[in-house]
Nanobody, 127 residues
Framework: QVQLSESGGGLVQPGGSLRLSCAASGRTLYGYTMAWFRQPPGKDREFVAAVKRSTSSTSYRNSLKGRFTIVRDNAKNMLYLQMNNLNPDGTAVYYC????????????????????WGQGTQVTVSS
C-alpha cells in the first residue's frame, strides 16, 4: 500500500495561486494512476484532475481546464497540483488519490476507482 500526504493548502485571495503537493511513501508512484479530488463544504467529493501511470496523459474537470495543472514526478515520488486564478468555488478540502490499476480515460473521474487516499489539505479562497 502506498501512503499519501498532502500539503500546500491555505488561504488565498480570489485570483491568486497555490501549489499543492502530495508525497508518497511505501511504494513508488511509477505504477499508480494518480489524481486530485476535492470536497467543498456540504458537498460530495468531486474530481479535479488525474494523470495516467503509463503515458502520463492528463484529464481535468471541465471547469478547471486552463487554470489547474497536475504534474507527477516519479523520481521524487511526488504529485503536484498547480492552481491559478482561483475563485471562491475552489474552497474545499483537496485530496490526493492513487490507484494501482491503469485506469482508462472514462474511469479517471470515479471516486471509487482509487484505493489510496491522503488526509486532505484545506484550501480557502476568500478576500
Amino acid at each position: 500500500q502506498v501512503q499519501l500526504s498532502e500539503s500546500g493548502g491555505g488561504l488565498v485571495q480570489p485570483g491568486g495561486s497555490l501549489r499543492l503537493s502530495c508525497a508518497a511513501s511505501g511504494r513508488t508512484l511509477y505504477g499508480y494512476t494518480m489524481a486530485w479530488f476535492r470536497q467543498p463544504p456540504g458537498k460530495d467529493r468531486e474530481f479535479v484532475a488525474a494523470v495516467k501511470r503509463s503515458t502520463s496523459s492528463t484529464s481535468y474537470r471541465n471547469s478547471l481546464k486552463g487554470r489547474f495543472t497536475i504534474v507527477r514526478d516519479n523520481a521524487k515520488n511526488m504529485l503536484y497540483l498547480q492552481m491559478n486564478n482561483l475563485n471562491p468555488d475552489g474552497t474545499a478540502v483537496y485530496y490526493c488519490a492513487a490507484s494501482p490499476r491503469g485506469l482508462i480515460t472514462s474511469s479517471l473521474a470515479g471516486v471509487h476507482e482509487y484505493e489510496n487516499w491522503g488526509q486532505g489539505t484545506q484550501v480557502t479562497v476568500s478576500s
